[in-house]
């Protein structure tokens, strides 16, 4: 968890609501650290932040709309995009903007 910019960071247990019902709980078993990541903890983020959003794991609890997860599934994580926006189209789904 990110609380200071620049400072070391730490482990924290967080109290979360189950998944709503299009979503996975994942149970992470790794977890990577990227560019964004370094950024928010140079630079500082509006408020505290839970960073890496590249992970691995496996399902623990699925939300009632989702398909084609299951719990036990191992599964890979990454950022959400919508494939239907000009950077999504360009190639570029990271530089994702909601309107």
């Known amino acids: 968890m990110l609380r200071h910019p620049s400072r ?18 994942v149970r992470l078993v790794a977890c990577g650290v990227c560019r964004m990541d370094i950024d928010f903890w140079e630079y500082g983020a509006a408020e505290s932040v839970v960073l890496s959003h590249e992970g691995a794991g496996v399902g623990e609890q699925v939300g009632s709309a989702v398909k084609g997860v299951a719990c036990g599934d191992h599964v890979v994580l990454s950022y959400q995009s919508c494939g239907r926006c ?14």
């Open 86 to 99: 000009p950077a999504c189209k360009n190639g570029h789904p990271a530089h994702y903007l909601r309107f």
């Open 8 to 25: 070391p960071l730490h482990l924290e247990r967080l109290e979360m609501e189950g998944p709503r019902e299009d979503e996975v709980l």
